[in-house]
Structure formats: C-alpha cells, structure tokens
C-alpha cells in the first residue's frame, strides 16, 4: 500500500512539474512568430518597449501591422514625443526623410525592403511609466511575404517637429 502511496504520489508531482513548464512566459513579449520586431531606439529614447505584434491580411495586397508600446519611465518632453509618433499616413518614397520614426522591413538577409510610416495611433501618448499605446501600419503583402524583421529608426530627435494641433 505504501509503495502505491509514493508511486501515486510522485506521478502526481510529475505531472504539476510538466504543466508548470508547458505555461508560456508571461513577462515574454508577443509577437507573430514569422516577423521579429526591433525597438531599441524607442527604448533608448524614451523608455518604451515593445510589448506586443499581430497583423491581419487587410485585403489582398496590404496587411495590418499592430504594434503594442508601454512606457518603462516617465517621458519629460511629452510634445516632442507626440511629433515623433504623428500618424503620417502614406508617403511617396522621397518623404521619408522627413519623418521622425520610419520602420523598416528587413528580409533574412537583412535587406531593407521597404520603409512605412505610422498610419494611425491607438491610446494616448502620456508619456507615463506603464502606460501603453499601439502604432498601426500599413503593409504591402509581397514585402511581408519576405520579411523577417521590423525595425523602428529614429532620426535626429533635435530635428524633429512638433506635432500640429498637439494638446
């Protein structure tokens, strides 16, 4: 009977031991497993990290990026925060210089593939530890295709403009 006891009870300790390993990390960010997402400039910046990364097959040719941030400190200069994640909408290639925060497709190769823009914000830019938002692009489905890497550039944060009409 003992040995029945210690068999049943170390098969039971075995199976806690293999759902607790089976559970995903919780402090681990999401993201699509085909598409790394690089923000290290936004961290060096500003203090905000990457949290989260889906996207959705929109239409045929363009897909959704949703990209999920979180402030790790308070950000001092909340105005120039809100002009660097101004939603540009789309731009022809040339303008790109002119954006504060361009994201960058790369292949495996780590080849550029093509350069986007923050088409909309979701949340508020309050520039307050632990607070998130997300940033939305648009996509086209043949450079998705072949990435697999995003990245965020910013340019010189002392040329940056402010956002219009910024409360």
């Not at 500003?46 to 929109?58: L, V």
């Not at 925060?81 to 290639?93: C, Q």
């Not at 790369?106 to 830019?125: A, H, R």
Request: hydrophobic residues 40%.
């Amino acid at each position: 009977m003992k040995a029945f006891t210690c068999f049943a009870i170390a098969f039971i300790l075995c199976l806690d031991a293999s759902a607790i390993a089976l559970e995903p990390k919780k402090d681990a960010p999401k993201q699509d497993d085909s598409i790394k997402c690089v923000m290290d400039q936004l961290e060096t910046a500003w203090g905000i990290k990457f949290k989260s990364f889906s996207m959705k097959n929109e239409a045929a040719e363009t897909y959704e990026f949703k990209i999920t941030l979180e402030f790790t400190k308070d950000v001092n200069d909340v105005t120039m925060l809100k002009g660097v994640f101004y939603p540009s909408g789309r731009l022809i290639p040339g303008d790109f210089n002119q954006c504060p925060l361009v994201f960058h497709l790369f292949d495996e190769e780590n080849v550029s593939l093509k350069k986007y823009v923050i088409k909309s914000l979701e949340g508020d830019l309050t520039g307050v530890k632990g607070d998130a938002f997300r940033i939305l692009l648009d996509c086209d489905a043949e450079s998705v295709k072949k990435a697999k890497k995003l990245k965020a550039r910013l340019r010189d944060a002392s040329k940056v403009r402010t956002a219009p009409n910024t409360r």
